[in-house]
């Protein structure tokens, strides 16, 4: 028989992380015992626990600290890393480490160090200036690379204290839910984050522009509440036939009339901006004045169309090799505070994937599932809100007070 | 070979009703001819057709003329009516004609008779005051009822010309339309009803509770712009739960947070209630003061809150037999200019049924399913919207300028 | 400064009681010290914890206790429990206990006594036989009434051990799992509690008959599978509709094709009943000998119509009193072991209110809102599946190896 | 006062295709006189209509021509086509015609000449081999463009007959349909395109390996009823995961049990991949031996894994470009005869762009409005089935009497 001795320390009783630490060792059909274990007795005191655990195989202890590390165990005793040197580019060996989003320490030359670049589902790999997050497909031939959960330390949003208006919303996914409180909360953060010079990030898709949502997120932009901008070849067509044509997918944004011989406005649009050779040219050339699109080169705020399959055009500004398209969206998450999805399940999987646990998101879809597959990525601090996006960005735009004749 | 010759007459070409008449024909695998057709020539004009259908024994010609008769397809010549007696109550002979919720003439003593108690799938049974839509269930022994489709004619609204503002956007349920042209859309016909001393009449679930529609329909109501709710048990609860502990499912409704406990808030509510014996009752106490249904027992509009099988309590005033319900249901839609349904389908179809084709419906659900089944029911003039019921009921209220504080 | 110190006991760590208790104590804003904690050591063991809550007065004590008693906390000392005499009929004291689904334990005469025809949202009676939930409108003037959390004891499931297939499965929601592993657990499950002698009960809504699942759960009823039937009129109906005229919703259940002029089917199928009488005359008479309401009573399965506002008709056998149809719904459930509920979310919240949370539940639904609602109900033992009924029908009849032919 | 005269033939009426025509005429406020109409009198005989349009400018009727022209109409007389030069490259003459996915001819050098490689949203252009349907992006400087819709005829798929078992199914999008007419008519439909040496093409999202479809798909492709395989990153990524890990997004695809652990099984599976450099090479290695992807290369079939915004890895085979991945999409569906859509909305919607309007499409997705927004762009022959994709294909497994063991 083998075992292991884990440690445990934070708010594990309130945040449900004991129970979830305990079921996965049952789930596994392994036996437990906990040696130790101080309950935090007060709201403010957190926990510390031992708990070993037994199993047939080192193998199987293996797993289960797979599995729990993300959640904060750590191996008692301080078990040096270990790493390996990648055979060839792009190929990590077998029994890498995989990162998670939350916040992460390795233990190596006799102390816990920081992990910087932290994003999940890549490898950490030492280097000079010390441990990073990296991507499987950047990992050079003869990279060192962290190996096994054993010398891991994870601290998940949850086990931390929170203790504020966005926490207490994080809980569930519903559309019966008073759209009060929610516009007011997202409103408050935007506010919090411009006086504090923060960084809010809106990822949008057409249907910003089809539900009218459009000139209340470029009032948003304009006043200074967002930062950066991701999105795909969709929401800058749509957002560009508007301005053009006065059509989102061919129907009338003001009479709301399906113009059904407007299905081609959106070719109309690209084919406009090709001749100008990209938006920003028919910026400067004084061609498009107004919308979206050009309410974000105005106001300098970095952005990234990403290109998909189903592009039409696609304009000259959509990043059509995917590599180059995360890599740039990466780069405008960066410091992000908050990050607001709008109806848009493809880009908002894509950011979240590459977004700390720390980061707040706000997920708004009219579909139920969408929202619940969102939100619960966002493991630490996910809202998520099953409404309407162009009535939503309206009230919001009343609660910021924005201008939006 | 048998044969059969129909004529139709109205906008027959544009509002597809030729397309549909000639594809139900050849659904039966029945060929036809068309006799004569004088086309409309210009928007103004309508279209007539006589068109003979051939087929192997009448009873395949009667299948066919039951299918083309709620189109508006009558038989040539003027068959006079035929009308068997009822051997038993709430039993029609097997022939019956099953009505349509469209207006519809009976051929008897030689001329075209207008039908009276229009709605769907009743019998139509000849009275000494006329032809009268009666349920089946109201059919009473010896009742004279009409057979076969032979002598029946019916004009659907879209043989009919419709060129207002309402007709364009009856087209197509989707989340991606701009919220804008809907709101203004449906705040005309509300001032226009008002303003007419017409009848708009509402149909409500608790979620409009729930997601903060109610400030904004108590002030419709209170306006003038509702003369009649229609709802369940479970709106009026949740109102009173809100109303009596601030919360509604158990959730606040000030700041959103989930009070746990408060999942017993409804049924305090309810025994409040019955304390006094009755709404109306704890609203002359004076112990009920604000909120949605002290609104609509003080503007003295009629409403029913109908009894349902997940229903607690019930409060005194649901009520609890069906047959009572429908009743009273279909008394107060009684010369209804508009209905407005508002995210609840069990209580929409209900109403649906008794609704003529001539009343304007309008449906909002955030389930696109719900409301595209409910637009369906509604042929003739009803607007799908899929949508945030609490957010469009607000921004409907500012489009209707009235005070919510 | 008020205090009051609760006991837990059961397994409160892995089950996530104890975190959620500390959540609703914090959620109030109060603070609590717990003095004494013995933490199961291992998976077989029970954790016992003594947790004091400090508040300004006795009001947010009694708050808190309503809310974590749900989750099994009781009163350290056993206080006597409190009856209050009600005032009149269908009328509670204000300070009522109000009942969860779960077991219950009310301390009086110096002990702890079990409470029976435990259910949801209802009082607590003193009988002479013992003490009774009671739903509020069938409490009588001068009912002796259980007031106040202090002397109650709940046993939620999730305190106690469940390990067996069907707990694994009860996690989430989802439309993107294996159906081969619930279909295979439900068949099991089904299996045993005919081997058993148990009681499974059917909730059916009409899609089961759209969609070509009736011959399947037809032939589930004959081989003994499902001891009890509960639905509307309208799922009766269209499998009338089904078995006389080949339609479904008017829609040719062999070719698809659909009859438009079918519209009124369903209707020539209440007629016809209505010719006979009831259901069972049809049957007697000979003229209905197949389909799911011919096999419900050729088996003898108790069963129940509940009538509702939408109904055509409605059926003889429809039960149009909303209060006798859920007292008939609770008695054909009494002593059930699992509950299938097919894409009736009417009546699957009408049937989930009067179950106790041990009875094992099944919601079936294509639409995921559904699923999630009726499963987070069903605290205890729900799965809830996101799946096409007709298709999960015939795949669970080919495991249970039932003929179809 | 301007005016135009159109030419309409082919089942006009029964199509609705007349209907359609007039009301874009009324839609843009003009009038219209029908100056001769010779109304198909059977069903077999075909309608013709001269329709005369006025209105205040050239513009609006050059508007109207260019929503009329997809439903058939052309302008009578035969103007011959106006080409102009492209002024630089991915940029046509503001006036140029964007084409349907209709077959299409233009008028030029006195007569009707068929266009080549039709696909929507393009542009015509004139070379020496004739009319070419060609992506504005792949426009040339100094082409000779298609302008105005006055030299073209489109024939829609509608005014064409269609008399088979498929056509009847693409009415209507529900998901109340029995599923057993549905399965039986695709599985006819594979055998008749295997039998006739056809091309059925897959597209398929990942949800095909979570709900269990993959062996029932892998089966139909071993088997000849697949010619070619559309897909992304992701499905590929979740039949190597289950393949090597057993699991499906880190859930058991035998147990069912969420090896919450698992969350990075995917990972390591691209890792292993990536080790052998390709999908292929693992497979010539002996190291992968089934699955979807062994079977799609071990059948030759050709296939393109798209990357997308949110890839991880991606795996090597995965195409990055955009531009690259749409010019491999639109190669293997050349010559299709049948495009299944499983569950990818993303795919689904890039292949419907490429796809002419004569081949037959059908999209399973549990979520209606996916299946919505499909069979709405396939205009012609699109069947939209709203079901569980893995019981759906298990279920056609059945039907094609597949071997799955």
């Excluded at 320390?9 to 274990?37: R, T």
């Excluded at 441990?131 to 060192?144: L, Q, S, Y």
């Excluded at 996914?173 to 759209?179: A, D, G, I, L, T």
């Excluded at 050009?294 to 106001?299: D, G, R």
Aim: hydrophobic residues 40%; aromatic residues 6%.
């Amino acid at each position: 028989m083998k075992k292991m001795t884990l440690i445990l320390e934070g708010h594990l009783i309130d945040s449900g992380i004991l129970s979830n630490v305990l079921n996965f060792i049952v789930g596994e059909n392994l036996d437990y015992h906990i040696d130790k274990i101080d309950v935090g007795k007060t709201r403010v005191e957190t926990t510390r626990a031992e708990i070993t655990i037994y199993a047939e195989n080192d193998k199987s202890l293996e797993l289960v600290l797979s599995k729990v590390s993300p959640l904060g165990a750590y191996e008692k005793g301080g078990v040096n890393a270990v790493f390996e040197y990648s055979s060839k580019d792009a190929h990590a060996p077998e029994g890498f480490y995989s990162s998670t989003n939350h916040r992460t320490e390795v233990y190596a030359d006799s102390k816990w160090n920081a992990v910087s670049q932290q994003r999940m589902d890549a490898v950490v790999i030492k280097t000079p200036e010390g441990f990073v997050c990296t991507k499987i497909r950047d990992i050079k031939k003869g990279d060192p690379i962290l190996c096994g959960s054993e010398s891991v330390r994870v601290y998940p949003p949850a086990a931390e204290k929170k203790d504020d208006g966005f926490a207490f919303m994080t809980n569930e996914v519903s559309s019966e839910r008073s759209y009060d409180i929610t516009v007011d909360t997202i409103a408050h953060e935007l506010r919090q984050i411009r006086a504090d010079g923060g960084r809010c990030i809106v990822v949008c898709g057409p249907v910003v522009i089809h539900t009218g949502g459009a000139p209340a997120l470029s009032a948003m932009i304009r006043e200074g509440f967002i930062q950066g901008f991701l999105g795909g070849n969709a929401v800058a067509v749509h957002d560009l036939e508007s301005f053009y044509y006065g059509t989102s997918l061919g129907v009338d944004m003001k009479s709301g009339k399906p113009t059904h011989g407007g299905h081609n406005h959106h070719m109309r649009a690209i084919n406009r901006i090709n001749g100008f050779g990209s938006i920003k040219a028919a910026i400067q050339a004084g061609d498009l004045n107004n919308g979206l699109m050009y309410q974000i080169e105005k106001s300098g705020i970095p952005y990234c169309l990403a290109g998909s399959i189903r592009d039409d055009g696609p304009l000259p500004e959509t990043v059509n090799d995917m590599i180059e398209a995360q890599a740039q969206y990466s780069q405008i998450i960066k410091g992000a505070d908050m990050i607001l999805m709008l109806s848009s399940m493809l880009h908002s999987i894509g950011t979240g994937n590459m977004t700390p646990s720390w980061v707040k998101t706000v997920c708004i879809d009219i579909n139920p599932a969408v929202v619940t597959k969102l939100a619960d990525r966002g493991t630490g601090q996910a809202i998520g809100i099953v409404s309407d996006v162009g009535l939503f960005l309206n009230a919001l735009a009343v609660r910021l007070e924005l201008d939006l004749s």
